[in-house]
């Protein structure tokens, strides 16, 4: 293929050439629209007139902490248009997530759409739709801009509705948790009386990522104290290389877990300690007590709304610079070395495991 379109760009005249690679290039985009429209259209065609109603859609393709911090806005959706057909549309992984929460009538996972994907705001096929919801967080919407409240009122905010109701929720079932325990080897049987401790420290944005070696000791120091068992979530470069890869004194689940899964695991954690990650939402929504390490983010926009929580930071006057406006890190890097992260210190963190662990 390469070598007959060196052949064409030689015999061709300049002008001709760039005439047929745009034509090209409106065919392959018309086939790859096809593609994904098709079969979000004829489903939700197929739904409308089974329920015999109008839809109105959610459509959430983001990060799994965004796609359950979203869950609240659905239920106001519900509230205002009461008679309609409530679907909320996102990334095939996180189908099973939003359908463990009840808040939509129907739920559509996309195999081809990912962030930043929306509907088009005036999206209305044959009549069939009555809202299209796309919350999006301030960044995303001003590019420039921090946000200054909670992700979930963020991202209500932006389709125009305050939140009555803030705390996701989710409600994994008993059979779900115990096929997911088994799965992992991880049954009453086997875990006995122990604590279940689910840990969250990386691969994501580096400005979020916590120093292993202090995960490490962090470890060490939660064995020599109690007697637990720690899982960790999340994902890691998966190569034999990555320091994420090769802490010891854990079930390393790293790579493994359907989103679902988590949602299960996290729900028979007795605490979560995470990065700004999506299982700190996740711990929030079932109930479980959450730890979470942050820097540039401020922990009172992330922590769940109204389970035990603790938010930890390091001493640095550059805190929370995602909430400044221009951001000064995330797509660009940060200018400081990502010293919010670096001073956080491994002791702190152990010592708010044992606070609220002695509350729970």
Not at 64 to 69: A, I, S, Y
Not at 191 to 220: A, F, M
Request: glycine share 8%; net charge positive; proline share 6%.
């Amino acid at each position: 293929m390469g070598s007959f379109r060196n052949f064409l760009r030689a015999v061709l005249p300049g002008p001709l050439h760039s005439a047929l690679r745009r034509l090209w290039q409106k065919t392959l985009n018309f086939k790859r629209a096809v593609f994904e429209w098709t079969p979000f259209l004829a489903w939700l065609v197929s739904q409308c007139i089974r329920h015999r109603k109008k839809a109105v859609i959610v459509c959430r393709c983001g990060a799994l902490g965004d796609v359950v911090c979203t869950l609240p806005l659905c239920n106001e959706v519900r509230q205002k248009h009461p008679r309609q057909l409530i679907i909320f549309l996102t990334a095939s992984i996180y189908r099973d997530v939003v359908l463990l929460s009840t808040t939509a009538d129907l739920v559509y996972g996309s195999k081809v759409w990912a962030w930043p994907f929306t509907l088009p705001p005036n999206f209305n096929f044959l009549g069939l739709i009555a809202k299209v919801y796309n919350p999006q967080t301030t960044d995303e919407r001003l590019k420039k801009s921090g946000a200054t409240c909670h992700l979930v009122d963020d991202l209500a905010a932006s389709c125009g509705i305050t939140l009555t109701s803030r705390q996701p929720r989710l409600y994994p079932s008993s059979d779900l948790i115990n096929k997911t325990r088994l799965m992992f080897g991880l049954s009453e049987t086997v875990v006995g009386n122990r604590l279940i401790i689910g840990i969250n420290g990386g691969r994501s944005w580096p400005i979020r990522e916590w120093d292993p070696k202090k995960w490490q000791t962090l470890i060490n120091k939660i064995h020599s104290t109690y007697n637990t068992l720690i899982i960790q979530f999340g994902v890691t470069k998966n190569d034999g290389q990555d320091e994420y890869d090769r802490f010891t004194g854990v079930q390393s689940l790293a790579n493994r877990l359907k989103a679902e899964e988590m949602v299960a695991l996290a729900a028979i954690c007795d605490l979560i300690i995470s990065i700004d990650s999506g299982p700190i939402h996740l711990g929030g929504a079932v109930g479980t007590a959450v730890v979470g390490l942050f820097g540039p983010v401020n922990p009172l926009f992330r922590l769940p709304i109204d389970s035990p929580s603790v938010g930890l930071v390091g001493d640095v006057p550059c805190l929370y610079c995602h909430h400044k406006t221009p951001l000064g890190h995330w797509y660009t890097g940060c200018p400081n070395d990502i010293r919010c992260m670096k001073q956080l210190d491994d002791e702190a963190v152990f010592q708010a495991v044992k606070s609220i662990l002695s509350k729970n």
